[in-house]
């Protein structure tokens, strides 16, 4: 099983806050660091300090060195496909290659109506994920292309330069492994992840997206699994309710510590080091390849040297 982390830097912030982060989770030896896409902060109370996820993305590719950057993900009511591929191309160049893109219909309806971005419903958004990965792939490929989309299109495409990494940076797609979902995951993703879900579930989802696959002919292997899950780990119960607590200061979530509890060993690492290793193993066993540390109190750089002695544990070399 591989190993890679992510922060909701929406929470108030800054970029060098984002930079210490990210630049420990490369010294410790993840392999790639994943930031949030959101404009607004969450929870009640006033607004927090948000920074754009592209712009830090590119000033992260210059203050590391090897550890791969991207988002989880970004909304395509965001950004015009077309400027979304010249921002990644970009990022891509500074970075030398490192980056990675996860992308989403969008949900947050507040960061849409507070900053003036179209909210269509769902159907309309599913379109637009569409179109947005066929634009990337038609960018990124030769140019002189043309392609005529439910909501967006291309004439005679004259895109340079092209990405470092051929034929294109990594596509990371999510959500509920539906039809349209799946296929899209199939035809376009390099991964595919599952968030806060029972490692049953999990397997669930991973079928449905390997069926779509081998409807297309694709090979399902292809396709990386992946999971994100939020992880509150300590070394005794004193060090674990401590981090909930902060992380649920710092993110404002209507859950509470209870809440929490319930979802220990299901849907949330929660506790010490076995117990989160028995949870991994579990979610290895229906098929995630890749597990992406949703951190929940993300200055606290104990804790994610605790997660990285977590992905060293020999048990999970072969998950």
Not at 15 to 30: C, L, N, S
Not at 168 to 190: C, D, F, Q
Not at 267 to 274: E, I, Q, Y
Request: glycine content about 10%.
């Amino acid at each position: 099983m591989r190993f890679a982390v992510m922060l909701e830097p929406q929470q108030g912030y800054s970029y060098a806050d984002i930079r210490t982060v990210a630049k420990h989770v490369e010294a410790v030896g993840f392999e790639a660091f994943f930031r949030s896409d959101h404009y607004s902060s969450f929870g009640e109370g006033p607004e927090l300090a948000t920074t754009d996820a592209w712009t830090t993305l590119a000033a992260l590719a210059r203050d590391t060195s090897t550890i791969r950057l991207g988002t989880l993900v970004s909304p395509v009511t965001f950004r015009h496909p077309g400027q979304l591929a010249k921002v990644v191309t970009t990022v891509d160049e500074i970075s030398g290659g490192r980056v990675e893109v996860g992308l989403g219909a969008g949900w947050f309806e507040i960061e849409h109506r507070r900053y003036g971005f179209p909210m269509p419903p769902i159907p309309t958004r599913f379109d637009m994920l569409e179109d947005s990965l066929a634009i990337l792939e038609t960018l990124w490929g030769p140019d002189g292309q043309t392609f005529e989309g439910r909501v967006w299109g291309l004439t005679d495409t004259a895109a340079q330069p092209k990405p470092l990494q051929r034929p294109r940076p990594p596509i990371i797609l999510g959500g509920r492994a539906g039809a349209r979902g799946s296929r899209l995951a199939a035809t376009y993703a390099a991964e595919y992840n599952v968030c806060e879900i029972p490692t049953d579930e999990a397997r669930q989802r991973f079928a449905a997206v390997d069926e779509a696959c081998t409807a297309i002919g694709r090979d399902p292997a292809t396709l990386t699994r992946s999971l994100l899950i939020p992880a509150v780990l300590g070394r005794d119960r004193t060090d674990v309710d401590r981090r909930i607590a902060e992380g649920l200061g710092e993110s404002r979530r209507a859950m509470g510590a209870d809440d929490i509890e319930r979802e220990r060993g299901r849907t949330w690492l929660v506790g010490g080091l076995a117990e989160a290793t028995d949870l991994l193993l579990e979610y290895g066993a229906s098929g995630v390849q890749r597990t992406i540390f949703q951190l929940q109190a993300g200055r606290d750089l104990a804790h994610i040297d605790l997660l990285a002695e977590l992905s060293r544990q020999p048990s999970l070399a072969g998950a």
